[in-house]
């Protein structure tokens, strides 16, 4: 258990406490209602910008906390995480940070929408993936497509990847398309039915 200080007081923070936190936060800042058409082309009647929360001061040390413990839980052994830019790189940075306060080494990594044409000509930025078992990231996923093209450049890397894991699913395929096609579990925080959002 850890205490953490807010305003005056000081509280004791559990996983149970740490995950209602997070997901008040989530049903708070992040879900916004009105038409919106999504990364994937579909539309849909509201919107949940995880980035309110990957990037809040408070709620993103709740995300690096809540996504590691739902890995550990899930028994997903692996060194080093990240997905495709930019909606994962925060949650990666979150869980690398969470990693470290347990005294873990968990490298975080960038996975570009394809190979750079200069530099180094790298895909997948950061500590190398090669010949390590990470974990594919993505902060919320409507058909899966984000997290296969990370999958993909991960894997030609050399990377083995070993699961899928999102903060939020919105229940709408991903999973299924994941799993059948990347051939890893696909694990998620949270489901739009936990969020109260249909």
């Avoid at 539309?43 to 990957?54: E, F, G, P, Q, V």
């Avoid at 899930?74 to 005294?103: F, K, N, S």
Wanted: one cysteine or more.
């Amino acid at each position: 258990m850890i205490s953490t200080t807010t305003g005056s007081s000081t509280e004791v923070s559990t996983p149970s406490a740490e995950r209602r936190r997070l997901k008040k936060l989530i049903q708070r800042l992040a879900v916004v209602h009105g038409e919106v058409t999504l990364s994937s082309g579909e539309s849909a009647d509201y919107y949940i910008d995880l980035r309110r929360i990957t990037l809040h001061h408070e709620a993103s040390r709740l995300v690096g906390r809540v996504m590691m413990r739902m890995l550990d839980d899930a028994g997903i052994d692996y060194v080093a995480c990240g997905g495709l830019t930019m909606g994962a790189d925060p949650v990666a940075a979150a869980i690398m940070h969470a990693a470290q306060e347990e005294g873990r080494a968990i490298d975080a990594f960038v996975v570009r929408k394809e190979a750079k044409s200069h530099g180094m000509g790298r895909q997948v930025e950061g500590p190398s993936v090669d010949g390590r078992k990470v974990v594919v990231l993505e902060d919320t996923s409507t058909t899966g497509g984000s997290a296969l093209t990370a999958v993909e450049g991960v894997r030609g890397a050399g990377g083995e990847v070993q699961a899928v894991a999102v903060l939020v699913d919105r229940n709408t395929g991903a999973r299924e398309h994941i799993e059948d096609t990347a051939q890893v579990p696909y694990l998620y925080a949270y489901s739009k039915i936990d969020l109260g959002v249909d």
